[in-house]
């Protein structure tokens, strides 16, 4: 039976590929969404459920 390649020695032979542009736009805009959501959460809380 033939041996199966263990994940560490695949991972060395990967090539790493820089991020396209749209890539690079939609993690912009993922953790931007994600920080303003964050802010809108924390607004909502506040104003309605003070401690």
């Not at 199966?4 to 060395?12: I, R, S, T």
């Not at 931007?32 to 309605?48: A, D, I």
């Amino acid at each position: 039976m033939a041996e199966k390649p263990k994940l560490a020695e695949e991972l060395k032979k990967l090539v790493e590929e820089p991020l396209l542009p749209i890539e690079k736009q939609l993690v912009a805009w993922s953790v931007g969404l994600g920080v303003v959501l964050l802010g809108l959460l924390v607004w909502l809380s506040r104003t309605f459920f003070p401690g």
